[in-house]
T-cell receptor, first 114, second 115 residues
Framework: GNSVTQMEGPVTLSEEAFLTINCTYT??????LFWYVQYPGEGLQLLLK?????DKGSNKGFEATYRKETTSFHLEKGSVQVSDSAVYFC?????????????FGKGTLLTVNP | EPEVTQTPSHQVTQMGQEVILRCVPI?????FYWYRQILGQKVEFLVS????????KSEIFDDQFSVERPDGSNFTLKIRSTKLEDSAMYFC?????????????FGSGTQLSVL
């Protein structure tokens, strides 16, 4: 079956540090890959996505590249801000599904200190 | 920006009691979902709902669970006889039709505690 494994948290960084949150996946077919973010007290929000191999999703300074050869979709940001403190979820959608279902990882808590 | 609203934010109940978790999806969305996250574990898919019927459900979604869209705005999850292991954060989500249905909009969740 499908599964997503992401880096265990929590991750604590200083402002302007470089961020990487690792995500690897197992899936049948050719999944679409997503990063969702949950800010304190809010619902999960789509941060970025990639739908095929070598695609790069980007948003708000975050990037992730769909690597089929390593089955990975690592999230990166060159310089984090305090406002990036949140829980980050990696997820996939199997291309073979007739209905929309996301498979998530556990989430990684990021805290950015000033 | 429009948002998915969930009530209550916290629900405490006794084992064996029925609970109803409520959600108001975004008004022009056609697909509705429930997910849950047990503390320390992955966010898990429970059910998807389209055109007034369940379109897909997971093995978690057994006979104790049901969903309903009682009117044009609400989407509810009912657990008939709660167990301790039902304690989790429950997330409602909705999405548009077509290609944009890949983008799910989630509510902020209902934390259910079964005692």
């Amino acid at each position: 079956g499908n599964s997503v494994t992401q880096m265990e948290g929590p991750v604590t960084l200083s402002e302007e540090a470089f961020l990487t949150i690792n995500c690897t996946y197992t899936a049948t077919g050719y999944p679409s890959l997503f990063w969702y973010v949950q800010y304190p007290g809010e619902g999960l929000q789509l941060l970025l996505k990639a739908t095929k191999a070598d695609d790069k999703g980007s948003n708000k300074g975050f990037e992730a590249t769909y690597r089929k050869e390593t089955t990975s979709f690592h999230l990166e940001k060159g310089s984090v801000q305090v406002s990036d403190s949140a829980v980050y979820f990696c997820a996939l959608r199997d291309s073979g599904g007739s209905n929309y279902k996301l498979t998530f990882g556990k989430g990684t808590l990021l805290t950015v200190n000033p | 920006e429009p948002e998915v609203t969930q009530t209550p934010s916290h629900q405490v109940t006794q084992m064996g009691q029925e609970v109803i978790l409520r959600c108001v999806p975004i008004s022009n969305h056609l697909y509705f979902y429930w997910y849950r996250q047990i503390l320390g574990q992955k966010v898990e898919f429970l059910v998807s709902f389209y055109n007034n019927e369940i379109s897909e459900k997971s093995e978690i979604f057994d006979d104790q669970f049901s969903v309903e869209r009682p009117d044009g705005s609400n989407f509810t999850l009912k657990i008939r006889s709660t167990k301790l292991e039902d304690s989790a954060m429950y997330f409602c989500a909705s999405s548009e039709a077509g290609l944009d249905n890949e983008k799910l909009f989630f509510g902020s969740g209902t934390q259910l505690s079964v005692l």
